[in-house]
């Protein structure tokens, strides 16, 4: 059975951690919105988390301001054909390690 966890953690503005690697995804296929506004999500732990069947995960982080630390070891977005915020969240994580990590800042 095929599974949609939009808007799952939506609006939880106080969770501020978050390991989902043992929750049992692989019939998941939309994550739209699923921490959209978490505003104090700090620690975001996605890494083995079964993506295969996922094909929405549009806005999955949006608004998440103080996200610091996200986990994506064995992410699979293949089958993604709507990511939008969450590709660009991503990298705009990425530039920010890389800044921090190679220029010193």
Known sequence: MLQIWWHMFCGCYR???LDLSNFNTKDVTDMWHMF???SN?????????DTRN???????VAGC???YYLHLYNFDIRNVVQLVIC???VLIY???????????M
Request: proline share 0%; charged share 5%; glycine share 2%.
């Open 65 to 67: 301001y103080n996200l």
């Open 41 to 49: 999500l700090y620690s975001l732990d996605l890494h083995n988390v």
């Open 94 to 104: 990425i530039i920010c390690i890389y800044i921090i990590l190679i220029l010193g």
């Open 87 to 89: 590709l660009l969240i």
């Open 36 to 38: 959209n506004s978490c």
């Open 54 to 60: 996922i094909t929405i995960m549009s806005f999955m």
């Open 15 to 17: 969770l501020s951690s």
